[in-house]
């Protein structure tokens, strides 16, 4: 049996996002240790996320993302590295300061030096050119603000185009930012010396639709979407308000984030987050042509559950012995297709009442639960095992 795979993710305050969660629980999901390390910080602390997106501006807008756990301490990380199988740097304006941070130049250049595959994300290859990781014509890309850099620090630029492509050269896997996240797992995978086994008789390209409408929850609908594809899922997105290449907003729920003083608050707030895309047109969408559904939540199954095909959709999946998988709010589209009556049930506070009402025979408080083809988690902070269970129902395993 091969040994556990283990990676390390350098984290920092305001690094990206989704170049965070991406990676973290799309490795977990296939039963990869990621520890989270920053510089300063100690395990159980947390750093600020930012969202990096275009807003129709012509730089990117950053806002407030999600509080990111840290589980390592970086001083043991950095003593001794070849325990870790790769290395993964979020992008975001921390890597400005570490790039100047000599332990963390050392541990980059100490990676390089295995030759162990190295994650480079929009901005996080200044860290390589400063460890002196891209001399000798290194072919790199990055956010188009670094090209001089990459080309400074004697790499060979490759333009990001399309904004999907992972470039590899070697151990140093690099992208433009986390529009390449399918990419980056995959040439991750294949650098570790991974396969992606699919049952026998399954046949391969399993193909997942996401259902989103405004305001979805960002994690619930990206890390699924982006894991999948990286494992080779065909994945699309469809929204019955929305055209092929129109765009929903995502929400931000966060329970991490601090009252203001002297408050009490139970509720998350709500903030925006990064736009999805939507990959199919709704008038072209039906359960024929997938193997699986996947509803996520926030607020965007309240629009959802209003529209009779997106319900009858869901219906037809089940039907017709196809996945069904939710999470959080999601599960308010499920009970109105009558879906989880007699089904065991992973929902949180705000929808135990719903999951019950809907004839749920059991309910979870958190994790994900399996019954039958039906998978549904109670939060996105249980996004490793949802995606881990949806894997297992589709028939795809990773092996070493």
Same mark, same amino acid.
């Given at each position: 049996?091969?040994?556990?795979?283990k990676?390390?993710?350098?984290?920092?305050?305001?690094?990206?996002?989704?170049?965070?969660?991406?990676?973290?629980?799309?490795?977990?999901?296939?039963?990869?240790?990621?520890?989270?390390?920053?510089?300063?910080?100690?395990?159980?602390?947390?750093?600020?996320?930012?969202?990096?997106?275009?807003?129709?501006?012509?730089?990117?807008?950053?806002?407030?993302?999600?509080?990111?756990? @840290?589980? $390592?301490?970086?001083?043991a +990380?950095?003593?001794?590295?070849?325990?870790? =199988? /790769?290395?993964?740097?979020? #992008?975001? !304006?921390?890597?400005?300061?570490?790039?100047?941070?000599?332990?963390?130049?050392?541990?980059?250049?100490?990676?390089?030096a295995?030759?162990?595959?190295?994650?480079?994300?929009?901005?996080s290859?200044?860290?390589?050119?400063?460890?002196?990781?891209?001399?000798?014509g290194?072919?790199?890309?990055?956010?188009?603000?670094?090209?001089?850099?990459?080309?400074?620090?004697?790499?060979?630029?490759?333009?990001p185009?399309?904004?999907?492509?992972?470039?590899?050269?070697?151990?140093?896997?690099?992208?433009?930012?986390?529009?390449?996240?399918?990419? @980056?797992? $995959?040439?991750?995978?294949? +650098?570790m010396?991974a396969?992606?086994?699919? =049952? /026998?008789?399954?046949?391969g #390209?399993? !193909?997942?639709l996401?259902?989103?409408?405004?305001?979805?929850?960002d994690?619930?609908?990206?890390?699924?979407?982006?894991?999948?594809?990286?494992?080779?899922?065909?994945?699309?997105?469809?929204?019955?308000?929305?055209?092929?290449?129109e765009?929903v907003?995502?929400?931000?729920?966060d329970?991490?984030?601090?009252?203001p003083?002297g408050?009490?608050v139970?509720?998350?707030?709500?903030?925006?987050?990064?736009?999805?895309?939507?990959?199919?047109?709704?008038?072209d969408?039906?359960?024929?042509?997938?193997?699986?559904?996947?509803?996520?939540?926030?607020? $965007?199954?309240?629009?959802?559950?209003?529209?009779?095909?997106?319900?009858?959709?869901?219906?037809?999946?089940?039907?017709?012995?196809?996945?069904?998988?939710?999470?959080?709010?999601?599960?308010?589209?499920?009970?109105a297709?009558?879906?989880?009556?007699?089904?065991?049930?992973?929902?949180?506070?705000?929808?135990?009442?719903?999951?019950?009402?809907?004839?749920?025979?059991?309910?979870?408080?958190?994790?994900?639960?399996?019954?039958?083809?039906?998978v549904?988690?109670?939060?996105?902070?249980?996004?490793?095992?949802?995606?881990?269970?949806?894997?297992?129902?589709?028939?795809?395993?990773?092996?070493?």
């Amino acid at each position: 049996m091969a040994a556990p795979r283990k990676v390390l993710m350098l984290c920092g305050d305001y690094m990206e996002d989704y170049e965070a969660a991406v990676p973290l629980y799309a490795l977990a999901a296939l039963g990869i240790t990621v520890d989270c390390a920053a510089p300063g910080k100690s395990p159980g602390d947390s750093c600020l996320t930012a969202v990096h997106d275009f807003l129709g501006f012509e730089l990117y807008t950053e806002l407030t993302g999600h509080r990111f756990t @840290i589980t $390592a301490d970086f001083a043991a +990380a950095s003593a001794d590295p070849s325990c870790y =199988d /790769a290395l993964v740097i979020p #992008g975001g !304006r921390f890597t400005e300061q570490l790039s100047a941070d000599a332990a963390v130049v050392d541990l980059v250049a100490a990676f390089a030096a295995l030759r162990r595959p190295l994650v480079l994300t929009c901005h996080s290859q200044l860290l390589l050119a400063a460890a002196g990781g891209l001399s000798g014509g290194v072919r790199c890309t990055a956010f188009f603000s670094l090209r001089h850099v990459v080309e400074m620090a004697g790499g060979t630029w490759v333009d990001p185009e399309p904004f999907g492509l992972c470039v590899a050269d070697g151990h140093v896997l690099s992208a433009i930012g986390w529009p390449a996240h399918a990419q @980056i797992v $995959a040439k991750l995978l294949h +650098a570790m010396g991974a396969r992606v086994v699919v =049952d /026998a008789g399954r046949g391969g #390209g399993q !193909r997942v639709l996401v259902l989103c409408a405004d305001y979805v929850d960002d994690y619930e609908a990206n890390v699924p979407f982006r894991a999948l594809a990286g494992v080779g899922c065909h994945v699309e997105s469809a929204c019955p308000t929305k055209r092929k290449g129109e765009s929903v907003v995502t929400a931000i729920y966060d329970a991490g984030a601090p009252a203001p003083p002297g408050a009490t608050v139970t509720v998350s707030e709500e903030r925006r987050g990064h736009n999805f895309v939507v990959t199919a047109d709704w008038a072209d969408t039906s359960a024929d042509d997938y193997d699986c559904v996947v509803v996520p939540g926030g607020r $965007a199954p309240e629009l959802l559950v209003t529209h009779d095909r997106a319900v009858a959709l869901v219906k037809e999946f089940a039907d017709k012995g196809k996945v069904v998988a939710s999470i959080g709010q999601g599960h308010l589209l499920l009970a109105a297709a009558g879906l989880l009556r007699g089904k065991k049930c992973a929902s949180g506070v705000p929808m135990r009442v719903v999951s019950r009402l809907a004839g749920a025979e059991a309910v979870e408080a958190e994790g994900a639960v399996v019954d039958g083809k039906l998978v549904t988690a109670a939060s996105w902070m249980d996004l490793a095992q949802f995606v881990a269970r949806v894997l297992d129902l589709l028939g795809i395993s990773v092996s070493f």
